[in-house]
Each structure stands twice: as C-alpha cells, then as structure tokens.
C-alpha cells in the first residue's frame, strides 16, 4: 500500500512537470547525477513546490515590426507594451487628424480660386493681346500659356481643362496670378492713372494697369499653397511615426522574449537522480538553479 501510494504521487509530480516544460525528463544535469542517494524514503527531502507563476508568451520581432510599420502601436500592444502603444497611436491620430484638415483647407481654397479664374480671367482675351501689336515690345520675356490649344477657343474653361495634363492645368492656374503679363486676361484691368476700365489690346505696358480680383486671386493662392504645405511636412511626420514605432515594437518583443527566458531559468525544476549504484534507489529531486 505505501509503494503504490508512492507511485502515485511519482507520477502525478512527473505528470505536472511535463505539462509545465513540454517533456518529461529535462536534460541530463551532471551535478544531480552524481548526488548520493540518500538511504531512506524517511530521510528523502520533501519536494520543492513548482511556481505557479506563468513566464509571458513569446512575440515575434517581426510580426510586431511588420504591426507597428503598418499601424503605429500595433506592435508595441502585441508585444505587452502597452503604455508605449498608447503612445505611438495617439501621435499617429493627431498627425492624421492635422494633415487631413490642413489638406482639406488647402484644397478647398484651391476649388475656390480655381472657380474664381474660370469666371474671372478670359484665355482668348489673354492670347489676343500676346498676339495684338501693343504686346510685341513683350513677345520676348512673356510665357506661352499651359493647356492654350485647349481653351483658346473659349466656352466653359474648367471643362476644357480635363482634356489637358494635370502638370499643365497646375501651372495655368498658377502663372495666371503669378506673373504680371497675364493681367490682360482678367475682367477688372483699370488703368492705374485714370482707375478707367480698358480692353486686352489697349494694355502696351504692364506695369501701368491694375486688377483687384487678380490681387484677390493671389491671396487664396498663397493660402492654399500654405495649407497644403503645412499638409505634406504633417505626412512626413506619419511617416516617420510608423519608422519608428515599428523599430521600438520589435525591440519591445525582444525584450519580452528575453524576461520569458530568464523567468523560465528562474523556475523550480524536478529532476530524476541516478545513482551511481544500483542497489540505491532513484530519487525525485526538486531544485532552482542559481546561475
């Protein structure tokens, strides 16, 4: 009865350290091997009590990179580091947040003055005075007009423009209200002298004339180009946010990968001891290593 008894709790000790590393017997440990047997079941020491503490899964640098590179913090939660998540998610949010309102105004501006040249400033009226006589003197020093074989025949301009390159229709809406020879397409020309409305040909020097939708039309131009500036550093921190967080993410699951092996170490093993004689019997040993 008392054997059998013994048995029992043999195996069931056996049993529980099996499920704990994945195998019955862990590798062979010289120092153990050579402990004397002690000569009594009596004299046996007591087993020590298996920790009940689980060490943490192991994560995957990669798989927390590839996470993080994807999504900011997704990687720093899968490897256990919460706070940091936190973190890198709140950055990516606000960043988002910043650079589609700061896209969203710089586009819309851009609708607006766009909308303001199609009603505003005539490219027919514009490309009959580059080829009237008063703009001879400037044939040299003026720029031929984006997307011109498009709207030269007049009629609704926006509708003309798709059939031109997008590089192109940017740089008509541009030089338009950039450069002041283009002053001759828009419907408000005054002479500075007089404040008198003048047609296209009339302009012979474009310094003397004067549009206050074209002063306007700048304005927005510059607002808008300010928006969608501040917009493209704002991605480039996103960008950046997502290096970053993927870096810290796998350095994050080394870490833990690392406190799971050393926790592992730490824990209260059970070992068989044999004995160099047989007429001794083999004992069950429960043991911490210390080093």
């Not at 039309?217 to 969608?228: A, G, I, K, T, W």
């Not at 921190?237 to 080394?254: G, K, Y």
């Amino acid at each position: 009865m008392h054997r059998t008894a013994m048995a029992a709790l043999l195996a069931a000790l056996l049993v529980s350290q099996a499920r704990a590393e994945g195998g019955l017997l862990p590798p062979a440990n010289p120092v153990l091997q050579t402990l004397p047997a002690l000569g009594a079941a009596k004299n046996t020491p007591a087993p020590t009590r298996v920790s009940a503490k689980r060490p943490p899964e192991e994560r995957s640098p990669r798989r927390a990179f590839l996470l993080s590179a994807l999504l900011p913090g997704a990687g720093e939660f899968y490897a256990g580091a919460t706070k940091r998540a936190i973190g890198f998610a709140a950055v990516e949010a606000v960043a988002l947040g910043l650079y589609l309102s700061w896209k969203g105004k710089g586009d819309d501006i851009e609708k607006e003055f766009r909308d303001v040249a199609d009603a505003s400033w005539d490219p027919v009226a514009y490309l009959d005075w580059r080829r009237s006589t008063t703009a001879s003197r400037f044939s040299s020093i003026t720029h031929a007009l984006p997307c011109s074989s498009f709207v030269a025949e007049g009629g609704d301009i926006s509708a003309r423009l798709r059939d031109c390159s997008g590089r192109e229709v940017q740089q008509y809406y541009e030089l338009i209200g950039k450069y002041n020879q283009y002053i001759a397409g828009w419907d408000d020309v005054l002479r500075t002298s007089s404040s008198s409305p003048v047609q296209p040909t009339d302009i012979d020097s474009v310094e003397s004339f004067s549009s206050q939708k074209r002063l306007a039309y700048e304005v927005q131009r510059d607002d808008s180009n300010r928006y969608l500036k501040r917009a493209g550093n704002i991605l480039g921190l996103v960008l950046v946010n997502h290096a970053l967080s993927a870096i810290d993410a796998a350095r994050a699951a080394r870490l833990r990968n690392g406190e799971k092996a050393a926790a592992v170490e730490e824990r209260t093993r059970l070992a068989l001891v044999l004995p160099p004689e047989r007429r001794r019997p083999t004992m069950l040993m429960a043991y911490k290593p210390f080093y």
